[in-house]
Nanobody, 121 residues
């Protein structure tokens, strides 16, 4: 099993910045992809950004140029630097992890419990 612990959420004013972190631990043999999704009230969960083990990134159009995803392979940690935050960024942000527990195991998706980001003046 894999545990994901997110941190860094909170209250920020429009135009401000926050940095989210997510650390993966547990039975990990290989990591395929990590990233962030978010869910605003009354809306479905949506992709924010992902990063593969090789460093390939993918961003939602709504955050391109404002958010930056990065990772530390040794620490099995993914970060999300969020700049120029606006009201529409208010949501619960969920860490996403896809990896295998062993050399013959299939890659499995895991989710964190979420961290709340509130953009408000």
């Amino acid at each position: 099993q894999v545990q994901l612990v997110e941190s860094g959420g909170g209250l920020v004013q429009p135009g401000g910045s926050l940095r989210l972190s997510c650390v993966a631990s547990g039975t990990i043999f290989s990591t395929s992809r990590m990233g962030w999704y978010r869910q605003a009230p009354g809306k479905p969960r949506e992709l924010v950004a992902t990063i593969t083990s090789g460093g390939t990134t993918n961003y939602a159009d709504s955050v391109k140029g404002r958010f930056t995803i990065s990772k530390d392979n040794a620490k099995i940690t993914v970060y999300l630097q969020m700049n120029s935050l606006n009201y529409e960024d208010t949501a619960v942000y969920y860490c996403y992890y896809r990896g295998a527990a062993g050399p013959t195991s299939f890659a499995v998706d895991h989710w964190g419990k979420g961290t709340l980001v509130t953009v408000s003046s």
